[in-house]
């Protein structure tokens, strides 16, 4: 079994690329951002309010959500991860 760390977990089980509830209004307001440190997904408009705090931005790519090694790097220890 293996034990994620609990921010990690809820980055895992977040859903991404809804409309964020606070800034419906707003165009762009899909969250395809995520706080390490308040652990909730964001908006583009929201991300602003989280400046130094340690933000994912989550990607799609073939229905996926996913992001980018090079950014993980700078918040996990990504050693074990393969790559293509």
Do not use: G, T, W
Request: charged share 25%; with cysteine; hydrophobic share 35%.
């Amino acid at each position: 079994m293996v034990i994620f760390p609990f921010d990690l977990r809820i980055l895992l089980d977040e859903k991404f690329f809804n409309s964020c509830l606070v800034h419906e209004e707003e165009k762009k307001n899909e969250e395809n951002s995520f706080c390490m440190d308040c652990c909730f997904s964001l908006c583009c408009h929201c991300v602003i309010h989280h400046k130094s705090h340690r933000i994912l931005q989550i990607r799609r790519y073939m229905y996926n959500d996913v992001l980018r090694l090079k950014e993980a790097q700078k918040i996990f220890d990504c050693s074990q991860i393969q790559v293509s």
